[in-house]
């Protein structure tokens, strides 16, 4: 008899009482048998079909061909074998198991089956499939966001001094167009192990969204972090392998110490974001601990961003809208206007968006008050109509809204429920927007233009935005950015530059807006260029829409007045 047969013939008298124990199974639930001399192992059907095992007993105690998720196998292994032993036996034990790409949870339970003299014969394993939970990233099977707001609002509430660290990888996008998106995901697997190896068990890791992670530490000091991120930063740039591919990685990280109360996860988390964009576009990927970084700040206006950014989630009060006239070059009159966003509420008074807009960029909530921004503006020009059929409006997006999937219908939707003609609203991509992958950018631009809506390149000549990204990007049209306006007259480079603008922009058949003219000495010597539309103080600054509407009807009278004494002039 082979040792499979005598399993059989040794459990055959229990039958009865294995069964009573598979009738009291919930759904997703599978059992296993296990003989504890032999180790050998019976799978139900159900557990069969799910593994895949073709036969119904193994000879292993452990499961065969088993993609553990790497974090969780010594745990696996070692509770197996005190299990055996009869060891906590009535508690469960969660685990984590790769199916098609994606790591399900488990837990299993175990009881022992003994022989009439009470010697344990067999361990019962009850197995339940617990699904992909909801709280653990699929690719790297790491713990995510979700998980990481929660464990930072728990160390909040419990008043636990963490040290919060978010590592960002730098134009990830390339791997995954150079390498394809299997290869990507496997680097992001690995980063994420990686880390914490390098984090030496001290830290817990966070797959966060894209190509960003997070790590939570019990305590760390600024000197320990420096030390840490150095570490991090350098095995990345110089010893990183991926299936023998040395994968060189420029990154980024922003790091909080929760040492005294900082809000609540959410806003801990935008600052996290805050300090990690401040590394990568001020400090060359260096580390940026929010808690150095903002002294500058000072507390009232940390919690004026506060205020602003509640507001921001909870129905837009105290956001008005001011509008600028874009004036045509030609005949100096107000073509259209662009919309920018203000905030006011007392004791604080009107708040310019420079104090706020970077802040609220880096939250999601963002996408919901571009939207309002979005309907505000257009829903005023509307009104504006009545006077001027072609007049247009421009609207500031930013990346949070471009890229999200739902951005493209939402401004549709607007559109179709205002009536407002497509030709005459032109989104304007701040530049943050260029950050976004050129390819996807390009998409997006190619959706909303296809639809008729005009796009332009805001702050032109600034960052990263540039004449080569002018001919990636099919645009309509160019802001060129006031720093190169100020002072023009006496600025030879300056003028260089706007010449080469405008030229390009001419040759390429894209309208040309000169933003920042502040004076009538400016305006005459930018005459000289041939732009489309001009934008500054010396027209006018941003006022409230009443105040606009004002402006546009004192020049509809103008020009019905110049219009009856036509006739005269003949
Ligand atoms: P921007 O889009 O380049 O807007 C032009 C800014 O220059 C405005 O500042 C405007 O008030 C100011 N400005 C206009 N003419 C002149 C001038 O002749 N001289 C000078 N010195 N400044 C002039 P504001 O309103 O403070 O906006 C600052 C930035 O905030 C904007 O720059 C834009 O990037 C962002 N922003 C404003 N509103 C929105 C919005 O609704 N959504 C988004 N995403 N960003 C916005
Ligand atoms: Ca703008
Ligand atoms: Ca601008």
Request: charged share 25%; net charge negative.
């Amino acid at each position: 008899m082979n040792a499979k047969e005598k399993f059989w013939e040794k459990y055959a008298n229990r039958t009865p009482e294995l069964l009573d124990l598979m009738s009291t199974m919930e759904p997703n639930s599978y059992v296993a048998i296990t003989d504890i001399e032999t180790g050998i192992t019976w799978w139900s059907k159900q557990a069969r079909e799910l593994f895949n095992y073709e036969e119904c007993v193994h000879y292993s105690a452990m499961r065969p061909n088993l993609r553990l998720h790497p974090d969780d196998a010594a745990d696996y292994r070692q509770n197996w074998q005190d299990r055996m032993e009869g060891k906590h036996l009535g508690e469960t034990f969660e685990y984590r198991i790769l199916f098609n790409d994606v790591y399900m949870l488990f837990s299993t339970k175990n009881d022992i089956l003994t022989d009439e003299n009470g010697k344990p014969l067999a361990l019962i394993s009850i197995i339940h499939n617990l699904g992909v939970p909801n709280d653990v990233d699929m690719i790297t099977g790491l713990p995510n966001d979700l998980a990481f707001t929660r464990d930072i609002n728990e160390a909040v509430n419990k008043n636990r001094q963490v040290t919060v660290l978010k590592v960002g990888i730098a134009k990830f996008s390339n791997i995954n167009i150079m390498y394809g998106a299997k290869y990507a995901n496997t680097v992001l697997f690995e980063v994420g192990h990686r880390l914490a190896q390098l984090a030496c068990g001290q830290g817990k890791v966070y797959r966060l969204t894209g190509s960003k992670f997070g790590l939570i530490f019990p305590s760390l000091d600024r000197k320990q972090l420096a030390v840490l991120y150095n570490r991090i930063q350098d095995y990345f740039s110089n010893q990183f392998v991926v299936e023998k591919e040395n994968v060189p990685l420029r990154l980024s990280g922003g790091a909080m110490i929760l040492d005294h109360y900082f809000g609540d996860a959410i806003a801990i988390k935008s600052r996290l974001t805050y300090a990690i964009n401040h590394s990568k576009h001020a400090h060359h990927g260096e580390l940026v601990i929010f808690n150095d970084e903002i002294c500058g700040l000072g507390n009232d206006q940390l919690e004026l961003i506060s205020i602003i950014h509640q507001s921001a989630v909870s129905g837009f009060d105290g956001f008005y809208l001011c509008y600028q006239p874009i004036t045509s070059a030609k005949t100096q009159k107000i073509s259209g206007m662009e919309a920018l966003l203000r905030w006011r509420k007392e004791p604080f008074g009107v708040v310019p968006p420079g104090i706020f807009i970077e802040w609220l960029e880096e939250d999601p909530c963002i996408y919901g008050l571009g939207n309002w921004i979005m309907r505000q503006a257009i829903y005023d020009a509307c009104k504006i109509q009545k006077y001027q059929q072609d007049f247009f409006v421009n609207v500031n997006v930013s990346v949070g809204q471009i890229e999200r999937k739902e951005f493209r219908q939402s401004v549709l939707d607007i559109l179709e429920e205002t009536g407002f003609p497509p030709n005459q609203l032109c989104i304007e991509l701040t530049e943050r927007c260029r950050e976004l992958d050129v390819e996807f950018l390009r998409q997006e631009v190619i959706f909303f233009r296809s639809h008729g809506i005009r796009i332009a390149m805001d702050d032109f000549g600034t960052g990263s935005a540039s004449l080569q990204l002018a001919l990636e990007l099919p645009v309509d049209e160019l802001k060129i950015d006031m720093s190169f306006i100020k002072d023009i007259q006496n600025k030879p480079t300056n003028q260089a530059m706007v010449k080469s603008i405008v030229d390009f922009g001419r040759s390429s058949h894209l309208d040309i807006c000169i933003e920042g003219v502040e004076d009538q000495s400016v305006l005459d010597y930018i005459s000289q260029y041939g732009a489309t539309w001009y934008q500054g103080y010396f027209f006018s600054k941003p006022v409230i829409f009443e105040d606009f509407e004002d402006l546009i009807e004192k020049q509809y009278l103008e020009e019905f007045q110049a219009a009856q004494k036509e006739p005269e002039l003949q």
